[in-house]
């Protein structure tokens, strides 16, 4: 299982970032899918995770309404759309992969045996 997250970037409050966690080695659909992000000095939190096969989705309170998570099983990649983002979402973004982290049991991050390496996303004027 190898996991690359990418689009992180630089860009103003208001502003919005596409990331992508790319997949290779597994079969996407049979897995979980979480996003985490981790800021300077802070705990690793999570943000938003897409459950395999009926792919629920489930988002932080701290990102509900501003975004996203998505799959393309076909580019074996996985989505995290962030709109209105906030200089409070800086962080370095991660991705992590599970067979068998399952509804919203998804949002805990040692439940999830594969990680890839993060992208970082600054929010600032």
């Known amino acids: 299982v190898q996991l690359q997250a990418s689009g992180g970037g630089l860009v103003q409050p208001g502003g919005s970032l596409r990331l992508s966690c790319s997949a290779s080695g597994f079969t996407l659909r049979d897995y979980t899918i979480g996003w985490f992000r981790q800021a300077p000095g802070k705990e690793r939190e999570w943000v938003s995770c897409t459950v395999s096969y009926l792919e629920s989705t489930y988002y932080a309170d701290s990102v509900k309404g501003r975004a996203t998570i998505s799959r393309d099983s076909a580019q074996k990649t996985v989505y995290l759309q962030m709109n209105d983002l906030k200089p409070e979402d800086t962080a370095v973004y991660f991705c992590?992969?599970?067979?068998?982290?399952?509804?919203?049991?998804?949002?805990?991050?040692?439940?999830?045996?594969?990680w890839g390496p993060g992208t970082q996303v600054t929010v600032s004027s």
């Open positions: 992590a992969a599970d067979r068998y982290a399952k509804g919203p049991l998804c949002r805990r991050d040692d439940l999830f045996g594969s």
